[in-house]
Every structure is written in C-alpha cells, then in structure tokens.
C-alpha cells in the first residue's frame, strides 16, 4: 500500500540554524501538508500546497517557514532560523483532492526535531 | 471555525471490554469527521472517516463510529478490547470553510488496555 515518507525520523540542531524537512507524497495525491505537535499538545496545521503554491497556511506559519516541491517527488519544509520553541515532531501528509470523500489526508511518520 | 472536543485525556479498559472514546465537533457546514490513532514513537494512521454517506462509519481493527448530527458528536467504540488497542486517539473534523484542506484535530484521548 503507498504511504507517504519523511525524512530524517529525528533532527537535533542548533538555535539559529536552518533545517530542511523532506517528505515524499504518495504519488498520486496533489494536495500536501505540513502539520506539527508540540510534546503534549494538539496537532497543528501549519500548510497546504497544490499546484506549486501554498493554498492555506495557519498564524504559525510565519516568514520562518517555508515550503517547496523541488522535484515531481519531494516536497519540503524549511525553518530558516530556529528557535527553542520549534522543537516538536513534524508530520507531512497527502491528499487526492480536497473533495469531499475524497480529502482524506494521509500522514507519514514524522521527524522529530530537536532544538538546542 | 471548526473545532473538536474530547472529553476524556485518558480511558482504561481491560481487555475484552467495549471502548468508548467520545468526541464532540463543532462546524458551521457539513463536516468531514475523521478517527486517527497514534501509537508510541509512530505516526499518525486513519482509523475511519464520515463524509456524509451512511452515519455509522466502520473502520480498520473493529472500531466504528457514529455520526449524530443532532448532538453533534462521533464517539468512536469497540466491542472488545485488544490490548494492542493501546495508543492515542485523536478526533478530527475539516470543513468547506477551508476547503477541506485544513485539519482541526481534538486534544487526544489515551487509551490503556490492561489485562
């Protein structure tokens, strides 16, 4: 069964530093997302992309952030400078479409990211 | 907005007991209701989902759900407990507000099979 992947599970860093998060889709889905969860709290939207541009994003997704399809496979999730409080573990998820019925989002593992 | 409610942080069953797991939603439009389950150190996999067919929805490993409409809730049971049903369980609803893009998840509930 196609299911979505992430990489790396687990990311330590350094304040300040720029990390990059890569997932990839399932292959037919056109929708992607980022979502996160903090340690102990709700998961969080945090994008949507289709067609090459963000189509919805939360308050939490501020210039910080970034995401982007390099290639017809990966799609990723950039922190420029990070902070303590991005700490959390980050899910990346697909979808069909967004019909409904047909908006099911599917979710990888996640990478737990760590910032000291 | 959408939002979702779960009343209960943590449920203890023995195994081979019924579970139930609550969850009430709030959406000014026809919903898409959703169970996921998060075992420890794993991601998030789709236990079941509502979309406006028939109100009581079965999902995988024998859970199923009922959408009431009029009290607005998708509680989420099982006849039996397994105990490899330990995990957290997380209610979520999307709605056209959004397009259905964005998923509004509830605060979890922890589920505990002891033997």
């Known amino acids: 069964e196609p299911e979505v992947t992430q990489t790396p599970s687990h990311q330590v860093t350094q304040m300040g530093q720029e990390v990059i998060l890569r997932c990839v889709p399932i292959?037919?889905?056109?929708?992607f997302y980022w979502y996160r969860q903090i340690l102990g709290q709700k998961v969080e939207f945090l994008v949507s992309?289709?067609?090459?541009?963000?189509?919805?994003k939360s308050e939490i997704f501020d210039d910080q952030f970034s995401v982007e399809r390099p290639d017809g496979s990966n799609f990723t999730l950039k922190i420029r400078s990070t902070k303590l409080e991005d700490s959390a573990m980050y899910f990346c998820?697909?979808?069909?479409?967004?019909?409904?019925?047909?908006?099911?989002?599917?979710f990888g593992p996640g990478t737990r990211l760590t910032v000291l | 907005a959408q939002s979702v409610t779960q009343l209960d942080s943590h449920v203890s069953v023995s195994e081979g007991t019924p579970v139930l797991l609550r969850c009430n939603y709030s959406?000014?439009?026809?919903?898409?209701l959703f169970w996921y389950v998060q075992h420890p150190n794993k991601g998030l996999q789709l236990l079941l989902k509502?979309?406006?067919?028939?109100?009581l929805v079965k999902g995988i490993n024998g859970f199923e759900a009922e959408f009431k409409k009029s009290e607005t809730s998708f509680h989420l049971t099982k006849p039996s407990a397994h105990m490899s049903d330990a995990a957290e369980y997380f209610c979520?609803?999307?709605?056209?507000?959004?397009?259905?893009?964005?998923?509004?998840f509830g605060t979890g509930t922890r589920l505990l099979v002891s033997p």
């Open positions: 998820a697909s979808s069909e479409t967004t019909s409904k019925g047909t908006d099911t989002q599917y």
């Open positions: 292959s037919n889905h056109l929708y």
């Open positions: 992309f289709y067609n090459n541009e963000i189509s919805e």
């Open positions: 959406s000014s439009y026809s919903p898409s």
């Open positions: 509502y979309t406006s067919a028939a109100t």
């Open positions: 979520v609803v999307s709605d056209q507000e959004t397009g259905f893009q964005k998923l509004v």
